[in-house]
């Protein structure tokens, strides 16, 4: 395993690229901000369970045959692409709720409360992120640098630092999930700054689906 230095060290690190401006944090603010905090939570729950199939990945060796492939790498991230445009259409489509009205995110928190709701927001961030395979390459060329084969075996230390990743993320991640929902919820209260806010939560989806389709190894 890795010494305790080692771990204070790489969660410094996690902590100052999950503050990175990304789109997974991105997608994290926007999620928020439109449905509510725990929305947003839930979102962010199923990017760290992609963050650990991740880590698998690369623990396992998998990760390395992946990214020797061209063809494996396009086809991941077209289908990342094509949920990040569906997405926006979905966003972009989106109706405004009258002010009398029950408020949209309101709505979306009611929904999220819910089992099959919630399990859904789960369902969104574990796709973005596993669609991801920038995500992928990156932790096949970060994490393995701060294993060190004189302690033993790599795949348990590359776990454990996947690991110390995750709960930065969801440090990081889960803040701004709440102050998202917060700012979200203000926003809600007017019809007008609904419909902006869902077409730009549209706009930023389709950047992002345009981002990772164009995205080179």
Aim: charge should be positive; proline fraction near 6%; aromatic fraction near 8%.
């Amino acid at each position: 395993m890795p010494t305790l230095q080692t771990l204070i060290a790489f969660f410094g690190v996690a902590v100052l690229l999950a503050l990175t401006p990304g789109p997974d944090n991105l997608f994290v603010l926007v999620q928020s901000a439109q449905r509510g905090w725990r929305a947003g939570m839930c979102v962010v729950l199923g990017l760290c369970l992609g963050l650990v199939g991740h880590t698998a990945a690369v623990a396992l060796g998998l990760a390395a045959v992946f990214a020797a492939s061209s063809a494996a790498f396009t086809a991941l991230k077209l289908c990342g692409a094509a949920y990040l445009a569906w997405l926006a259409w979905g966003a972009l489509r989106a109706p405004a709720a009258p002010p009398e009205a029950a408020p949209a995110q309101a709505a979306g928190e009611a929904t999220t409360r819910r089992a099959g709701g919630a399990l859904r927001m789960v369902g969104r961030g574990v796709v973005m992120n596993l669609t991801n395979p920038k995500v992928l390459i990156f932790f096949l060329a970060f994490l393995p640098q701060f294993a060190d084969p004189a302690r033993g075996p790599l795949a348990p230390q590359i776990m454990a630092l996947g690991l110390v990743f995750m709960v930065a993320t969801l440090l990081v991640f889960g803040a701004i999930a709440c102050f998202s929902g917060a700012f979200g919820a203000l926003l809600q209260r007017s019809a007008r700054a609904q419909w902006l806010l869902n077409r730009t939560a549209g706009l930023i989806f389709l950047g992002l689906a345009l981002r990772l389709a164009t995205a080179q190894r």
